[in-house]
C-alpha cells in the first residue's frame, strides 16, 4: 500500500483557514491523491482528490505540490463541523480499495 | 443526496454466533466494499466485489466471512462464526465505476459488539 505520512493532530480557531499536510514522496506518476475525513461515530466522506493540478471544491480546495511528493488540503473557513480525523490517501491503479492511515485529527476551537 | 445505507446500526451477538451486516449501496454503483475500523485504530479494507464476484480481499477476510449479493439492491458480509476480535466498526461503500479517480461513497457503519 502506497504510504502517506500527516501530522496526529492540528488545531484551528473557527473561521479561520486551516492547511492539512500530506507527505507523499514515494508516490507514482498514476497515483490519484485522494482525501476524507471521519466525523466521529461516522463513517469515511469523501473530500477531493487530484492528481497533478490543484482542485477547488464546495468542501475544500487541493493543492499538490509540482513534483508531486507532498499536498495540503485547505479548509478556507474551519466550522466547529469540521473537526474529523483527515486521512489522505493514495490511489493506486491496478484497484481502488483504500488504505487508511492513522490521518490527522483537527480540533476546531471556537 | 444519494448515501449508502448500513442496518443495523448495533449489533450484538454472542461469541461463535454468526452475523449478517446488511448494506445497501448507492442505485446505480457497480463496486462495492466492506472496511472494519476497531476501537481506536486505522479503516482496514476487507474486501471489494463486483459482478457478483470478489475483486480483491484482504488477509483479514478469512473462510470465516462471506460476501454477498442477494438481489438487486443488498449487499451483504457475513461472518460465520464471530469471535471477540470481531467487534469493530463495519463499513460498507460503493463506487460507480473503478479507478484510482473515483469517489467513494461510505455508509455510517455497524458496530457490531461480540460478548
Known amino acids: 500500500d502506497a504510504k502517506t505520512t500527516q501530522p496526529n493532530s492540528m488545531e484551528s480557531n473557527e473561521e479561520e483557514p486551516v492547511h492539512l499536510p500530506c507527505n507523499h514522496s514515494t508516490i507514482s506518476g498514476t497515483d490519484y491523491i485522494h482525501w476524507y475525513r471521519q466525523l466521529p461515530s461516522q463513517g469515511p466522506e469523501y473530500v477531493i482528490h487530484?492528481?497533478?493540478s490543484n482542485v477547488n471544491n464546495r468542501m475544500a480546495s487541493l493543492a499538490i505540490a509540482e513534483d508531486r511528493k507532498s499536498s495540503t488540503l485547505i479548509l478556507h473557513r474551519a466550522t466547529l463541523r469540521d473537526a474529523a480525523v483527515y486521512y489522505c490517501i493514495l490511489i493506486t491503479n491496478t484497484g481502488n480499495q483504500f488504505y487508511f492511515g492513522t490521518g490527522t485529527s483537527l480540533t476546531v476551537i471556537p | 443526496e444519494p448515501e449508502v445505507t448500513q442496518t443495523p446500526s448495533h449489533q450484538v451477538t454472542q461469541m461463535g454466533q454468526e452475523v449478517i451486516l446488511r448494506c445497501v449501496p448507492i442505485s446505480n454503483h457497480l463496486y462495492f466494499y466492506w472496511y472494519r475500523q476497531i476501537l481506536g485504530q486505522k479503516v482496514e479494507f476487507l474486501v471489494s466485489?463486483?459482478?457478483?464476484?470478489?475483486?480483491?480481499k484482504s488477509e483479514i477476510f478469512d473462510d470465516q466471512f462471506s460476501v454477498e449479493r442477494p438481489d438487486g439492491s443488498n449487499f451483504t458480509l457475513k461472518i460465520r462464526s464471530t469471535k471477540l476480535e470481531d467487534s469493530a466498526m463495519y463499513f460498507c461503500?460503493?463506487?460507480?465505476?473503478?479507478?484510482?479517480?473515483?469517489?467513494?461513497?461510505f455508509g455510517q457503519g455497524t458496530r457490531l459488539t461480540v460478548v
Open positions: 487530484g492528481l497533478t
Open positions: 466485489f463486483y459482478n457478483n464476484e470478489i475483486s480483491e
Open positions: 461503500a460503493s463506487t460507480g465505476q473503478t479507478g484510482p479517480g473515483t469517489e467513494a461513497f
